[in-house]
Structure formats: structure tokens, C-alpha cells
């Protein structure tokens, strides 16, 4: 608390980075000094042949401008209300208020609890073990480091933050700023790099930029041959190059995308996997971010040169509520890490976790999403009832047509249909008719139109909707199609229409389809998954018993319908509108 109020008390004079930068400096100053402020009209002067020792003149151009502003008055009440935190409290807890102030603006900054399970999970040599801290932008896991007793190595892409990152620096480990933190990308322009050969790290931990997309210009000369995967996804290039410039642990914060992304992604974790270079993968609470409800996951990798090759990966879900809380603002915490590190470091049980085979993850498509992998209550339930059924991959028993993007036309132009959303499969019985209208060109319209007895599945946004087309389809005037969210299952003769619709309605075909719904901000069903999703296919006796149940169904609703227009007319005749 006081830290922050010696930030406050020069609000009005500077911004709050170029606070945390001046205060920086001035512990710097002092710890220079032996533990002393000089007077304050020699304080300039002293931070150039001070800074200038601790190789940190940009620090110094900064703060001695900064100094000027403020003026001696506000400068010497500054340095007496520091001198007073500094002989009584620990000078990382002024540095961790400070890296605050440099990192409010930053969307991707990491929640503390999840910093510190990264940092647990690591298994180090010891103390004064280097770590290599790439796009470390604000100095979060530079302080952290130093507090674990590891010697830090920073690359950072921006420069605005450098000064203040090498004061932190040297305040924490006792060296010189610019031989541990560095401006530079790690991917286009490695820094840490004698004689064309990487400076080989004990360990990295990372959180590279998220949703940053490479031309292919700035890697395809790479002077040290780092990308055996090539692509335009800047994180998978960074993986690589974390891969390059670390002999030994790996902690990297990636999107939950990356684990289930076909191309480049998926080329990338089948060689980690074949490799035998994954430990563990968790996948995090969406929400743990400001202002973004991107999902993220965390890769414990492995390149130590004597490590054995790793044939389990162990798989965590911790979107579990014993490690997932509910925060304001919409957003998550993570909860329980203790327990995580447990599971990493011990193999402690839990339900949320479970070690699977390189050649199970290898079979499914290297998909590294623990949910997929590690079943809730629920979906443990559906699984164990779905095995005693005689099952069909979906694209056994249907045709899947998925939508095509086609472009409206304005006018008069085109072909005047109606559009299928998700708001128009009900809960039960058939699909209602649609309402929205469109124009699309003559020669889109049988890429997308329904038919009678096709089932149509929902496969984007927050719920799995089902619907089935009716007979009534042709008393329509104009066609019906389907939108951008949904695809159609035309069944063949293994199985009937109205079957497939209860499957997929009941809790159980709910709780398969939920098992193969990936993405971060908007879920969706992959077609690829969808697929092989298994489906029971009885015989066709059995199976009609469940039609009776939908035409049932249907009758009830129709009857519903019956006493809702009954009910509309129970309202006295001068009270209508």
C-alpha cells in the first residue's frame, strides 16, 4: 500500500510508467550507494556515473528528464518517503508494485497464481539456474525469477519498458541490465546468439503474443534453421525457437487453439509428440486475461539433451471447479494450484487429470485438448452407456454437408430463399418454418438447400441444436437453406431421420457432441470430429420404436399448440388491440 501511495503522490506530474521508471531509478540510486540518497541537487549527476557502471544510460536519460519535471521540492519529498519504505520494507515488494505499474496496460498479463505454478512445475538444477524469459514485456517473470533465486535472461520485442526491466534487473540479481535484458524479437532477430550458436538456457518459461501472424519473408532466410514446421502463426515459431535456445524445461503459455488447430499446429504437436517432448498440457479457465476472453493452455515441454523420451503426457483439466473460480467482470481465477503442482510434480490423483499414451494422442489426430481426454462425471456416464450400444462412426451411417459461404445478393438479383438459423430447431418435433429471407445466386442454392428428412445440427456458438426437415418443406413458397452455423446430415438407409434426432437431443448425444466442441471465444464443432463421433445404430425394429416416441412427440405438440391459440382467445373483445 505504501508503495502505491509514493506512486500517487506524483500523479499529477507524471504518468503512471514514467513514475514506476523514476521510482526505479531512485532505488536504484540508492542501492548504488550503499543505501543512501545524495542531496538532492547532486541527484542527476550521480544517476549518470551510477547508470552509466550499470550499464543502464537509457534509464538514465529517462529519469534524469523526469527528475527535471517534477522539480527538487517534489524530488526531495520523493526521496525521503522511498528512503523510509527502503530501510523498512523488502525491496521486492517495491519492485513488484512497480512492474505492476509498467504491465496496467498490458491485455496479456498473467495471473500471479498461474506464474508461480509455472515457475513450480519446472524442474530446475538449482539455485542460480538461467531462465530464459522471452516477451517478458513488463518484467512480470523477471521479478518472479529473481525471487525463485534463478539468474534471468529477457528478450523483449518492445522497447518502452527496457530501461525500467534492466533497473529491475540489477536490483534483483546484483548485475548489469544490458547483458540480461535485451530488445529484440526473438523470433525474427534472436539476441541471445555468439558465433552463429544459441546461448543454451536451464530453463524458459513464455507467454508469446497470441493471435500475431509472421510474413513469410521474416523467417524463410532464417540464418540458424530453427523452423522445421513453417507457417505464419507467430506462436508456432516460437515454440520452435524456444525448442532451439533451451537445453532443459519449458513453460509456455499458448491459446487453447493451438491444441486442437489443423496445418502448421498439427504438424508441430505430432513432432512434439514423436519427439517425446511433451510432459503435460493444461487447459486453463477461459477468462484468466484482461479485457479478452481468449482461452489459454499451458505446455510443459522438455529438451533437456540426457532426457528420456517421453511416451505419457500428462493431461489436466483445470476448467474443473476445483481449480476454476468465477471472478467480476466476467473474467476466471485459477484456484487451488498447490493441488495442480501436486498432479504435475508427485502424479497426485484427481479427476481432472489423467496421463495418456503418446500413441493414444497420436491416433486422435494429436489432439492435445484436455477435455477431450480427460471426461467429466457426465461424460464418463454417456461413455459408459454408449459401449454396451452397437456403434457407427457418424459419416458411416450419414452424408455431412457442411455450409458454403455464399455472399447475399442486393435487389432483385439471385435466388429468394429462406435461411435456416439456429433459432429455428426447437427442442422437439420438426423444424419450424423459417422467417429470414434472402437472395443468394441460382447456382449456390443446391450447394446449401435442405430436403425432406434431413437432420440439421448446430456446430457454432454456445448450444448443440438439432432439427429435422418435415414433409410440409415443398408447401412452402421459396426454398429453404441452411445457414453459416449449422450443416446438414443426410441419413442413409442404416439409419432413420427421426432416430438420429432423438440421439442427438437425449443427454447422452448431447454429452458426445459437447466432448468434440473445441474453440476459445465461440465454440464449434470441427467437421473432421464430428465424423468419427460415434452414434448407436440398433437394428431398424429398435430404432422404430424410438420414431414412435418422436411422432409422439409431435402430436403433443401439436396439441400445445391447439390450447396456446385457445388461450390467445380467452381475452375479452374491447381489451384487443
Known amino acids: 500500500k505504501a508503495y502505491h501511495q509514493l506512486l500517487k503522490s506524483i500523479a499529477e506530474q507524471l504518468p503512471e510508467k514514467d513514475r514506476a521508471l523514476l521510482i526505479l531509478s ?5 542501492s548504488s550507494m550503499g543505501g543512501r540518497f545524495p542531496p538532492v541537487e547532486e541527484v542527476i549527476p550521480s544517476m549518470q556515473s551510477r547508470f552509466e557502471e550499470l550499464s543502464c544510460q537509457d534509464a ?4 534524469s528528464e523526469f527528475c527535471r519535471k517534477i522539480g527538487e521540492i517534489s524530488l526531495s519529498k520523493l526521496m525521503e518517503s522511498l528512503n523510509d519504505l527502503l530501510q523498512g520494507n523488502s525491496i521486492w515488494t517495491g519492485l513488484h508494485v512497480m512492474a505492476g505499474a509498467l504491465s496496467r496496460r498490458e491485455d496479456f498479463e498473467l495471473p500471479s497464481d498461474l506464474i508461480e ?5 519446472l524442474p530446475l538444477p538449482g539455485i542460480g539456474a538461467s531462465i530464459y524469459l522471452p516477451w517478458d514485456e513488463a518484467g512480470q517473470l523477471l521479478l518472479y525469477a529473481g525471487s525463485h533465486q534463478l539468474l534471468p535472461y529477457v528478450e523483449a520485442i518492445e522497447s518502452s519498458n527496457i530501461a525500467a526491466m534492466q533497473l529491475i534487473c540489477y536490483l534483483d540479481n ?4 544490458d547483458s540480461q535484458v535485451r530488445n529484440s524479437d526473438p523470433v525474427k532477430r534472436p539476441s541471445y546468439v555468439k558465433n552463429g550458436e544459441p546461448q543454451r538456457f536451464d530453463a524458459c518459461l513464455a507467454m508469446p503474443p497470441v493471435g500475431v501472424k ?18 505464419n502463426q507467430y506462436h508456432t515459431l516460437a515454440i520452435q525457437h524456444l525448442m532451439w535456445q533451451t537445453q532443459g524445461p519449458i513453460a509456455v503459455v499458448v491459446s487453447h487453439a493451438f491444441l ?8 508441430l504437436r505430432e513432432l512434439l509428440l514423436r519427439q517425446g517432448s511433451i510432459r503435460a498440457v493444461v487447459g486453463l479457465p477461459g477468462g484468466l486475461l484482461n479485457k479478452t476472453q481468449i482461452s489459454l493452455a499451458l505446455l510443459l515441454l522438455d529438451t533437456s539433451p540426457e532426457k528420456n523420451v517421453l511416451e505419457e503426457v500428462v493431461m489436466i483439466n483445470a476448467e474443473h471447479p476445483d481449480f476454476s473460480e468465477n471472478l467480476p467482470r466476467n473474467r476466471k481465477g485459477l484456484k487451488n494450484s498447490d493441488v495442480l503442482v501436486s498432479i504435475l510434480n508427485d502424479g497426485t490423483f484427481h479427476p481432472a487429470a489423467r496421463r495418456v499414451t503418446v500413441q493414444e494422442l497420436l491416433q486422435n489426430d494429436c489432439n492435445l485438448v484436455p477435455s477431450r481426454h480427460v471426461l467429466s462425471e457426465q461424460a464418463s456416464r454417456a461413455a459408459e452407456l454408449i459401449s454396451d450400444m452397437r456403434t457407427m462412426a457418424l459419416e458411416e451411417v450419414v452424408t455431412i454437408i457442411r455450409p458454403a459461404p455464399v455472399k447475399e445478393k442486393e435487389g432483385s438479383e439471385g435466388y429468394q430463399v429462406y435461411e435456416i438459423g439456429v433459432a429455428d430447431l426447437p427442442d422437439a418435433g420438426y423444424l419450424r418454418t423459417p422467417t429470414k429471407l434472402i437472395r443468394i445466386p441460382k447456382r449456390e442454392v443446391e450447394k446449401i438447400v435442405v430436403k425432406r428428412e434431413d437432420v440439421l445440427l448446430s456446430i457454432k456458438g454456445a448450444n448443440r441444436k438439432v432439427g429435422l426437415v418435415s414433409w410440409d418443406i415443398w ?31 437425449s443427454p447422452i448425444g448431447q454429452q458426445l457432441i459437447d466432448q468434440i466442441t473445441t474453440g476459445t471465444a465461440i465454440p464449434f464443432v470441427q467437421i473432421k470430429q464430428l465424423r468419427t463421433l460415434k452414434v448407436p445404430v440398433p437394428n431398424l425394429v429398435e430404432q422404430k420404436k424410438i420414431v414412435a416416441l418422436f411422432d409422439k412427440q409431435v402430436e403433443v405438440l401439436k396439441e400445445i399448440r391447439q390450447l396456446e391459440d385457445e388461450l390467445s382467445e380467452l381475452i375479452p373483445d374491447e381489451w384487443v388491440l
Open 174 to 177: 546484483g548485475v548489469p541490465g
Open 26 to 30: 531512485l532505488m536504484a540510486l540508492h
Open 60 to 63: 538514465y536519460e529517462s529519469a
Open 260 to 267: 486442437f488447430a489443423s496445418g502448421a499446429d498439427r504438424q
Open 214 to 231: 509472421v510474413h513469410r519473408k521474416d523467417i524463410e532466410h532464417d540464418l540458424y534453421d530453427r523452423f522445421q514446421i513453417s507457417g
Open 117 to 121: 505454478v509455472m515457475f513450480e512445475v
Open 475 to 505: 408447401d412452402s413458397e421459396y426454398g429453404w437453406v441452411i445457414g453459416q452455423s449449422m450443416c446438414i446430415l443426410r441419413c442413409s438407409p442404416h439409419v432413420l431421420p427421426k432416430f438420429l434426432t432423438m440421439f442427438l437431443r
